[in-house]
T-cell receptor
Framework: DGGITQSPKYLFRKEGQNVTLSCEQN?????MYWYRQDPGQGLRLIYY???????QKGDIAEGYSVSREKKESFPLTVTSAQKNPTAFYLC????????????FGPGTRLTVT | AQSVTQLDSQVPVFEEAPVELRCNYS??????LFWYVQYPNQGLQLLLK??????LVKGINGFEAEFNKSQTSFHLRKPSVHISDTAEYFC???????????FGPGTRLSVLP
């Protein structure tokens, strides 16, 4: 099955702990993205990567970090510096320029107490 | 840079009635336009997209959208909705350089029996 996997579906952490969200894809897409979604709000871009070993900050990168060591993987770390980390996190990919659209994973709901 | 506006945050409609979800964009360059649907606690799924050609675009689940360049709009329509269409709908735009994928704030469609 081709697709994007995000694990786990639900994640609970105590305040002050770093936590890493997984995103894996087997679509052979070059570009990968992380979005944050809060209730009643649209998607806000955290980080994106257009090629292995390179990534760029999005609109709300503070308190987050990423790595892109492999084409298939783009993990997101939510650090203790992120003031309000409880949210729904979505990973997306995009491939050939002709198709244009982004493909989304199922999301991870992070709750920090 | 472009921006996307979805004027209606919530749209309630009775089952089997028609619906239109509005989307307007602003951009100094040509854009590609997309509609996505999100069911609760899931990722986003592409409904349809406009890249070029015919301004009337048909998508999955009986949805269609019309690109109107003069009004900078890309409204989503369905002639007869079902209970299962209850979801959040996002309009998105990408400039023709393949950069700046921007989402609107979303419209929550509630289909009432």
């Amino acid at each position: 099955d081709g697709g994007i996997t995000q694990s786990p579906k639900y994640l609970f952490r105590k305040e002050g702990q770093n936590v890493t969200l997984s995103c894996e894809q087997n679509l052979n897409h070059d570009a990968m993205y992380w979005y944050r979604q809060d209730p009643g709000q649209g998607l806000r871009l955290i980080y994106y990567s257009q090629i292995v070993n390179d990534f760029q900050k999005g609109d709300i990168a503070e308190g987050y970090s990423v790595s892109r060591e492999k084409k298939e993987s783009f993990p997101l770390t939510v650090t203790s510096a992120q003031k309000n980390p409880t949210a729904f996190y979505l990973c997306a990919t995009s491939g050939a320029t002709l198709s244009r659209e982004q493909y989304f994973g199922p999301g991870t709901r992070l709750t920090v107490t | 840079a472009q921006s996307v506006t979805q004027l209606d945050s919530q749209v309630p409609v009775f089952e089997e009635a028609p619906v239109e979800l509005r989307c307007n964009y602003s951009s100094s360059v040509s854009v590609y336009l997309f509609w996505y649907v999100q069911y609760p606690n899931q990722g986003l799924q592409l409904l349809l997209k406009y890249l070029s050609g015919s301004t009337l675009v048909k998508g999955i689940n009986g949805f269609e959208a019309e690109f109107n360049k003069s009004q900078t709009s890309f409204h989503l329509r369905k002639p007869s909705v079902h209970i299962s269409d209850t979801a959040e709908y996002f309009c998105a735009a990408q400039d023709n350089y393949g950069q700046n994928f921007v989402f609107g704030p979303g419209t929550r469609l509630s289909v009432l029996p």
